[in-house]
């Protein structure tokens, strides 16, 4: 699945929950205007919810983006992708500290 790799980064091809509304709320007949990328659909469909044409839900479409993969997160096209790597990592990181480690760097 790797293609290449970038600043440190795996890319590779990844399918991501879009959500998609158009610039005229109103009427509908604006541009596509993309609210965010996902790796979950619920998280998408959260986001979707009431931000369409009249009120309604926004679209959410599974499409496949070309992406890479830091330990920052995972960006696409320099856009970070909303997805939990991020958090993952760092309570990871912070599981593995002390109590007393975590008082020194103020983290409690």
Do not use: P, W
Request: net charge negative; with cysteine; charged share 30%.
């Amino acid at each position: 699945m790797s293609i290449e790799f970038f600043h440190g980064g795996e890319v590779t091809t990844k399918n991501l929950f879009v959500v998609k509304t158009n610039s005229d709320t109103c009427e509908g007949r604006g541009s596509t205007v993309i609210l965010g990328y996902f790796t979950d659909r619920g998280k998408a469909k959260s986001v979707a919810r009431g931000r369409g044409v009249f009120g309604s839900d926004a679209d959410v479409v599974l499409e496949a983006h070309r992406t890479v993969f830091t330990e920052r997160g995972i960006f696409l096209l320099g856009e970070q992708i909303n997805c939990d790597v991020v958090e993952d990592v760092r309570e990871r990181a912070l599981a593995k500290l002390t109590k007393e480690e975590k008082d020194a760097l103020g983290l409690t």
